[in-house]
């Protein structure tokens, strides 16, 4: 990987951390208790509840994601880094910039 990769890919990992970050944000917000005291009907209420189960998850997911491209950005200096974990193989760039925190080649992966 030459120096210009990496320099696009600091720069993607970058924007997704970002990005990740506000959606983060936005799915802790949806994610707040319910109040009991909200006359909102039972089957509204009921939906809320899913609702809320559903962000829970998706806030989960892109904590997890977070700290996957944390863990990325700080590893990009490392000769290893675009090699896959499990066959040592390089990762094609393209599937780098589409998952920067990609561990594993498509292959592997699957």
Known sequence: ???????????????????TKAAIAQYAQLS?????????????RMDAINNKSVNEAAL??????????QVALSNVDAHDF??????????PIGRIM?????????HCAS
């Open 1 to 19: 990987m030459n120096l210009h990769d990496r320099e696009t890919i600091v720069t993607r990992l970058n924007a997704e951390i970002t990005k």
């Open 32 to 44: 707040k208790p319910i109040a009991p005291e909200n006359a909102i009907g039972r089957v509204s």
């Open 60 to 69: 989960k997911q892109a904590r997890q994601k977070l700290k996957n491209l």
């Open 82 to 91: 675009g090699h896959c974990d499990k066959c040592r193989q390089a990762i």
């Open 98 to 106: 589409l998952m920067p925190h990609a561990r594993f080649c498509v």
